[in-house]
């Protein structure tokens, strides 16, 4: 008796479904009309011993593009040495280099289990006479932000044998630099951590900072000390 | 036996869920419009004042994800649109004014409110209302009316909630100021208010209680076929590519679409499976002529892009109508001269406050990169585009295949030239045949940028990018391909609201101040712990005239009151 009820309830189910003349998809808008990426064929160059790129493998990423439109999981790759966001277009993997102009921020998913993300900022490049838009991770931000260019730089050439052919090879490294924003909007830039260096760049909040890096026992050469210090100087230190 | 119990258990599951999935995909989406128009007799020339309601139609209440679109259409009895209007609706609201052409002739006409969901569950959710207008220079007066039996909610005084209307008294003077007091509303709550000369002509449409509480029966009723995707967003284009020779739709089709402009735009869409595609059109494409195109359409082929009618009524209108308008002729040739008179003294020039519409218009420019720009009055003229390509643009060649010009670009990583055909623009508008570029000159050419490199823009890729920019604008005057088109589209209606003029207060008090539209009030906020009052000045024309409080309150409610005053020039001395 029970398995006729339930087959009599199944012939039901599945003729009132049968009689759905259209199967109605009712689609978001926000999925239709994104905005487009705009960038260009991105050759990758492979003639290096090191890794170019911030995250080897392509991860899945969020975009805020100028415009303040947000395009969200594209397949992405930050590539230090050039310092562009390239995107792997799965519908024909074409691997493109996306208009910098065009991109305001992006954030690397699941990248060491967190997610990362990278702002464009306007800064003066080492010879303090030209301004560039860089990439740089966002670490803090509030009176004091701390951000970090992901640069990756050449910093010598190898020649490597492969298969008898003399291959000419550049060797690269990870040079990080640091931009911290002042509350004037002006950037410090550091190229390495160094307690003296840090300290000259606030010579009137000179004693405070050092304070703060004694009393709670700060190794700063360590990024991950120097970012606690500026969290800290955020919360202690009047700028 | 487990396993197959199992089995039937999760077939069932699946076909109750198919079941409840398919009851929510009929009534997502779905919307009640209601417009609110200041009277419902006009005189040609005059302005409508409208107030629109987007209300959800589950919980009948505004809503900030609610279309943001709005369409207005007013049809003559013939069914011919007479205006058709877009209006931008934010958190489903939008208001503003029609003016009404001089030129349409005197009967009834039919306003339609709409949004482009509601064509999901049908065309019969539509708002609709009738109304009467005469044209200022018919003396003759014959045309037909509604027939006098037909309801006028205008003449129903309905209050769903208690907004009750009190006015200091119930006869005014001329040029003498009225105090309205609006009774509190159970919650906050947005009304329109509207004080106009009452008239006996006969006009059909439903308060917006009426309205609200009849739309459930209707939203239910119709399955979607067609689905119209809502307008939270902005307009969307909807067409489809048809083979105007075989009848059949094509599919996966590419749509591309720009506009003329200094910068190279584009937007594209796929058809789907039945044709159809669909684009978003920001405010940018506002008042723009837009150009479609279809990328790589076949040689000879007889694709055609074919626009849907965002204003479209399939169904015809027919009303009963009658020639019984005797009754009636005295109170529309009093309009036709309050009408002559204002017209005469210009007295209406001022009356519309217009609206200031912030408009965050975005380009979508095809590229945000460094371009190589080569301005070719740097150089020896050159009579066309093939001697500009051969002279002064290094990276771009043209030759000619099967009779057809084709543009290469040189690609620096293979170290020759592209087969495949880069991006063209002329004036910023993406090219649908290269023969349209071969004849221009350093004469007619002001620059050209170049990109000589693989681009992509969304999931097309293109081998690179020309961009020509004329100087005196030659794209307007190229005949489209015949699998493109061009298209105007619209602006936004922008009318203004009536500005309440204190008749003490002009310059010369002995001009006439004849009014028949006292007061409107397009968003009056109710707050929901005092009463609300506001005032007006009567006029010089001596009649009945209703005040009408319509709108909906936060929690869903909709409002709507009527009252009436009487102005008249022989006052008692209790009612001063």
Redesign the interface.
């Known amino acids: 008796m029970k398995r006729y009820i339930y087959l009599l309830l199944l012939i039901i189910c599945i003729s009132t479904n049968a009689q759905t003349n259209v199967v109605t998809i009712v689609p978001k808008v926000d999925s239709v009309f994104l905005s487009k990426l705009t960038g260009e064929f991105f050759y990758e160059k492979k003639q290096y011993i090191g890794e170019q790129f911030f995250n080897i493998d392509w991860a899945n990423g969020d975009i805020l593009l100028s415009t303040g439109v947000t395009i969200c999981n594209k397949s992405l790759k930050y590539n230090g040495l050039l310092d562009e966001l390239i995107w792997l277009n799965t519908f024909n993997f074409g691997k493109f280099k996306l208009d910098k102009s065009f991109i305001a921020e992006f954030w690397l998913k699941n990248i060491l289990g967190a997610d990362i993300h990278f702002k464009q900022i306007n800064v003066s490049d080492t010879s303090n006479i030209k301004r560039q838009c860089i990439f740089a991770e966002v670490k803090v931000e509030g009176k004091l932000s701390l951000y970090i260019q992901r640069k990756i730089s050449v910093i010598g050439s190898e020649n490597v044998y492969r298969n008898g052919v003399l291959y000419n090879y550049d060797d690269i490294q990870a040079t990080p630099r640091y931009y911290i924003k002042l509350p004037s909007n002006h950037y410090l830039m550091l190229t390495k951590l160094r307690r003296r260096a840090f300290l000259k760049l606030f010579p009137e909040k000179k004693k405070d900072i050092a304070k703060i890096i004694r009393v709670n026992h700060l190794n700063i050469k360590q990024e991950s000390d120097f970012v606690r210090l500026i969290e800290l100087m955020n919360n202690e230190v009047v700028l | 036996m487990l396993l197959l119990k199992k089995i ?2 999760i ?2 599951v699946q ?2 869920a ?2 409840y999935c ?1 009851i929510k ?2 009534t ?2 779905s919307e009640i419009a209601y417009l609110q128009t200041d009277r419902t007799v006009y005189i040609a020339g005059e302005s409508i004042y409208y107030k629109l309601y987007i209300l959800d139609a589950e919980t009948k209440k505004r809503s900030v994800q609610s279309s943001k679109v709005g369409y207005v259409v007013l049809r003559a009895v013939n069914s011919t649109p007479s205006l058709k209007i877009r209006v931008n609706v934010n958190e489903g609201m939008a208001n503003g004014s029609i003016v009404l052409p001089d030129t349409l002739t005197s009967g009834v006409y039919q306003v339609i409110a709409f949004t482009s969901a509601m064509r999901n569950p049908g065309e019969e959710s539509f708002f609709h209302k009738e109304i009467t207008i005469a044209n200022r220079f018919d003396k003759a007066l014959d045309f037909k009316l509604l027939e006098s039996g037909t309801k006028n909610s205008n003449l129903t005084h309905l209050q769903s909630l208690e907004p009750l209307i009190k006015t200091d008294k119930p006869v005014y003077g001329t040029r003498e100021k009225v105090i309205v007091h609006l009774a509190k509303t159970n919650c906050k709550a947005n009304v329109s208010v509207s004080v106009f000369e009452e008239s006996k002509i006969p006009s059909t449409y439903k308060s917006i209680v009426e309205t609200v509480n009849d739309s459930s029966v209707v939203q239910k009723s119709k ?3 067609n ?1 119209h ?5 902005g307009k ?1 284009l909807r067409g489809t590519v048809v083979d105007v020779k075989t009848k059949q739709t094509i599919k996966d089709a590419v749509v591309l679409l720009s506009c003329v402009d200094t910068i190279p735009n ?3 869409a796929v058809a789907n499976s039945n044709g159809l595609f ?3 059109l920001s405010d940018y494409y506002d008042g723009k002529e837009l150009f479609l195109t279809i990328k790589d359409a076949p040689e000879n082929s007889t694709w055609k892009i074919i626009i849907e009618d965002e204003f479209a009524q399939s169904e015809k209108w027919n009303p009963s109508l009658n020639y019984d308008n005797e009754n009636y002729r005295e109170f529309i040739v009093k309009s036709q001269n309050i009408v002559y008179i204002n017209k005469s003294y210009k007295l209406n020039e001022d009356a519309n406050e217009k609206q200031l519409i912030d408009v965050k218009s ?1 380009c ?6 460094p371009v190589v720009t080569v301005l070719p009055s740097d150089f020896v003229p050159l009579p066309d585009f093939l001697e500009i390509a051969v002279e002064i643009l290094p990276q771009v060649r043209i030759i000619k295949e099967k009779g057809k010009y084709c543009v290469q670009i040189f690609n620096d ?1 293979l170290r020759q030239y592209d087969r495949r055909s880069p991006a063209i623009f002329l004036d910023g508008v993406f090219l649908d045949d290269v023969d349209k570029i071969i004849l221009l000159g350093s004469e007619q050419i002001k620059k050209i940028d170049v ?1 000589a ?7 097309l ?1 293109f081998s690179g990018v020309v961009s020509i920019t004329s100087k005196t604008n030659e794209m307007i005057n190229t005949k489209p391909a015949s699998y493109s088109m061009r298209l105007k589209n619209d602006n936004v209606n922008t009318g203004g609201n009536l500005v309440a003029v204190n008749p003490n207060t002009l310059h010369n008090p002995n001009i006439p101040f004849l009014k028949q539209l006292l007061y409107w009030n397009p968003n009056m906020e109710l707050n929901g712990t005092d009463d609300t009052k506001f005032e007006f000045y009567t006029s010089d024309n001596l009649a009945n005239y209703s005040i009408k409080v319509e709108g909906i309150s936060e929690d869903g409610t909709p409002i709507s009151a009527s009252s009436g005053i009487q102005v008249t020039n022989k006052i008692n001395s209790t009612d001063k």
């Open positions: 039937f258990f077939i069932l076909q109750v198919l079941m398919d995909a009929q997502r989406g399955r979607v076929s689905y995707s809502p307008e939270s967003k969307i584009l937007q594209y669909q684009m978003l975005v979508p420019q095809f590229y945000h990169s990583l990109i490199a693989e681009r992509a823009f969304g999931d890729v």
